[in-house]
């Protein structure tokens, strides 16, 4: 709640992401691949087919590591 107050605020660039995640064994992620903003946590569906975030909407879980 109170991240979500702070982006809002200060809205994240997200020019930290990670590395493309693909998890194999977590069925609440569906097996698609993302990359995570290493600033706010936010996470974002990746294209392998287009090498980028894709065009669709953000993942739908946002976890913090």
Not at 51 to 58: G, L, T
Request: hydrophobic share 35%; charged share 20%.
């Amino acid at each position: 709640m109170l991240d979500s107050i702070f982006n809002l605020i200060f809205r994240c660039k997200h020019r930290s992401l990670s590395r493309p995640i693909t998890p194999v064994k977590l069925p609440e992620s569906g097996g698609e691949t993302y990359v995570v903003c290493l600033d706010c946590g936010k996470r974002f569906l990746y294209s392998w087919q287009e090498m980028r975030i894709s065009s669709s909407q953000a993942a739908h879980t946002a976890t913090r590591v």
